[in-house]
C-alpha cells in the first residue's frame, strides 16, 4: 500500500519561501507521477503541479511558474515543492498526491493514493 507523508509547512511572512517535503513508501514508483495539489477553506482542490519520476518532465498550474518549482529524489523516494515570494492567497493545505501512469494530469480523480496534507499560512 502507497503511503504518502508531506512535511515542512508552516507559518511564513509574505514574500518568503518553504520547502515542502513528500516521502513516499509501498511502492514502485520509478514510473509514477506525483503532483502537489492544495486546498484553501471553502474552495475546491486545485492542482498545483506535477513531475514524472521516470524522467522528471514537470509541469505547473500557469499562475504559479516561476514561484513554484517541484523537484524529486528518486533514491529517496521523495518529491519537493519549494514555493518562493509567497502570498497570503497561497495559504493553503498541501496535499501530495501519487499516479501509478507517467502522464500530469491536473484533476484529482486521476491521481491514485494521497497524502495527509500540510497546513502552509502566509502571514501579511
Known amino acids: 500500500q502507497v503511503q504518502l507523508v508531506e512535511s515542512g509547512g508552516g507559518l511564513v511572512q509574505a514574500g518568503g519561501s518553504l520547502r515542502l517535503s513528500c516521502a513516499a513508501s509501498g511502492g514502485t514508483f520509478s514510473s509514477y507521477t506525483m503532483a502537489w495539489f492544495r486546498q484553501a477553506p471553502g474552495k475546491e482542490r486545485e492542482f498545483v503541479c506535477g513531475?514524472?519520476?521516470?524522467?522528471?518532465?514537470?509541469y505547473y498550474a500557469n499562475s504559479l511558474k516561476g514561484r513554484f518549482t517541484i523537484s524529486r529524489d528518486n533514491a529517496k523516494n521523495t518529491v519537493y515543492l519549494q514555493m518562493s515570494s509567497l502570498k497570503p492567497e497561497d495559504a493553503a493545505v498541501y496535499y501530495c498526491?501519487?499516479?501509478?501512469?507517467?502522464?500530469?494530469?491536473?484533476?484529482?480523480?486521476?491521481?491514485?493514493?494521497w497524502g495527509q496534507g500540510t497546513q502552509v499560512t502566509v502571514s501579511s
Open positions: 513531475i514524472m519520476l521516470s524522467d522528471g518532465s514537470t
Open positions: 498526491a501519487a499516479a501509478r501512469h507517467s502522464f500530469i494530469w491536473t484533476v484529482t480523480n486521476k491521481y491514485d493514493d
